[in-house]
């Protein structure tokens, strides 16, 4: 005969602690010393890394012997550099190039928007969502600038089309797999207090998701300034017009190597500073400030 044993957790006294001090001998005002106070900012961190990369690049060009027709060094660099900002050149390119953006970007996201919201109301626009993706997730947006050119022409509408192409995806499959790791308890929440559908995709499932759709958002970014740089570099072979890209092609049509490495600087720059400025401090306001951050 089986005898049942019952396992009983003998109850621990609560107690309370009056007066809390720290141990002896240890001094917990310890003062950190100015090198490790400076260090401890991660933008002084970032900008040592930046110097260091810097000085190896100078060390190299001027040390090698290297032809600067090949790779110029940093301070002929940035000499070219100071010489395409006095003459507004690159200002005139960059416009160029942020105005395709500034274009291209929203609809991309808008039409990602749409996307999702089919795919969260039934089972069939998540099937078309997941098949679609499927089929042009993969294809790189430069790819289609050839037939962007025959339908569009040689003009900023091509441009637009392959960063639109560029952004959509990333965009949407981050986002619907942002809502499908939201909660179930969650949801039921929210429909406890009377809201569905696009109610309760704005109040419950968006914010629960933001995480995932800042993240996608940052892939689509980073997607969309690759491509039109890459279809600008095409672009301004065949039109001689573009922007940053188109910089960079009749630069090194013009063996200005210095110029070519002063415009990817520039393109560099500026996927540091909206990154840095735009994206992190979104999500400093946001996902970090709600603790939703994953």
């Given at each position: ?13 609560d107690f ?15 003062e950190?010393?100015?090198?490790r ?7 002084v961190?970032k ?10 690049w100078e060390?190299?060009t ?9 790779f110029p060094?940093f ?5 070219a550099?100071?010489d ?15 105005r ?8 991309g ?7 999702v919201?089919?795919?969260?109301a ?8 997941s ?24 003009g ?7 960063t ?6 990333a965009?949407s499959?981050s ?9 179930r ?7 406890n ?11 419950v ?19 969309a300034?690759?491509?039109?740089i890459?279809?600008?570099?095409i672009?301004g072979a065949?039109s001689?017009?573009?922007g940053?890209?188109a ?6 049509d013009?063996?200005r ?5 002063a415009t ?9 500073v909206i ?6 401090n979104?999500?400093?306001r ?5 603790g939703?951050?994953s």
């Amino acid at each position: 005969m089986m005898q049942s044993h019952s396992t009983q957790i003998p109850d621990r006294p609560d107690f309370v602690v009056e007066d809390l001090r720290a141990p002896e001998g240890v001094d917990l005002d310890v003062e950190l010393g100015l090198f490790r106070r400076i260090m401890e900012r991660e933008a002084v961190r970032k900008a040592l890394v930046i110097v260091i990369l810097i000085a190896a690049w100078e060390i190299y060009t001027t040390i090698g012997s290297v032809n600067p027709l090949l790779f110029p060094s940093f301070t002929s660099t940035f000499a070219a550099l100071i010489d395409v900002t006095l003459s507004g050149e690159i200002f005139v390119k960059a416009w160029f190039s942020f105005r395709i953006l500034f274009f291209g970007y929203p609809l991309g996201i808008a039409l990602a928007a749409i996307l999702v919201i089919l795919a969260s109301a039934s089972r069939l626009g998540r099937d078309f969502l997941s098949l679609i993706t499927s089929i042009f997730q993969p294809l790189p947006a430069i790819a289609l600038l050839p037939l962007a050119t025959l339908w569009f022409g040689f003009g900023e509408p091509s441009l637009v089309f392959v960063t639109i192409h560029s952004i959509v995806w990333a965009v949407s499959l981050s986002t619907l797999a942002g809502f499908g790791a939201v909660g179930r308890t969650l949801v039921m929440v929210g429909e406890n207090y009377g809201v569905s559908g696009l109610g309760l995709m704005r109040l419950v499932l968006v914010p629960a998701a933001l995480p995932s759709i800042l993240t996608g958002l940052r892939i689509g970014w980073a997607f969309a300034w690759r491509t039109l740089i890459g279809a600008e570099l095409i672009f301004g072979a065949v039109s001689g017009a573009g922007g940053l890209g188109a910089m960079v092609f009749e630069n090194s049509d013009w063996l200005r190597t210095d110029r070519v490495f002063a415009t990817m600087v520039v393109i560099i720059m500026v996927g540091l500073v909206i990154e840095n400025l735009i994206f992190v401090n979104i999500e400093k306001r946001t996902v970090r400030r709600w603790g939703t951050q994953s």
